[in-house]
């Protein structure tokens, strides 16, 4: 496993982790769009900081505390929380419908994964997946370039599924989420269960790193990110 400190790179699309499933991405015209949001101390079980930075657009995977506090950002957002294809700020989002759970949703209920293209990346968050994906979920996300995805189990798929789903998605970086921390006290599993054994395992000296479309590896990745909360 490789620590690295991400040196940035002006101009290109950013990627910052908060903590648990949350994201902000910003492109490089600096359109900012953040990934289901937490509210701080969810669950009397996380205690990662509050977001205070403003996004144009949020996506919420589903509708539990720890990923959809969008009422909680500053400002006024542009909140997708169902399926189905948008255009908001001139960026192509498709939300997909998929469970929480192995049961069709009876236990934890729907989840949506949401695709969107960002300066020529394909990104893909996974929200709370708890399952494998079937042809069809995988024909509908399509190629992906940059996969976020849950690996920490008993509430999302475990490290050995999400290895199985990487695999299916076959994208060029994996940014593991929802694995348990020093500020989230969830029965879930570290990051290192997931990473474990797997060659190209990245740990960035950072919570952001910078991409460019260019400079994307023909091989899969795995870049961990520490919480910037």
Known sequence: MEVVEDTGKEGAMRAKYYGHAAFLITSNQGTRIITDPYTPGAFDAMSYGGISDKADVVTVSHDHDDHNYSEGLPGNPEVLQTPGKRSVYGIEFNGIATFHDTSSGRERGENIIFSFIVDGITICH????????????????????????????????????????????????????????GKCEFPITPVEEFTKGKARVKVVDSSEISLGRGELSKETEIIVLHHAL
């Open 126 to 181: 996974l929200g709370d997946l708890g399952h494998v994906l079937s042809g069809n979920e995988v024909e509908a996300i399509g190629a992906v370039d940059l996969l976020m995805i849950p690996v920490g189990g008993f509430y999302t798929i475990d490290s050995k599924v999400a290895s199985e789903v990487a695999g299916q998605l076959n994208p060029l970086i994996i940014i593991p989420m929802h694995f348990k921390t």
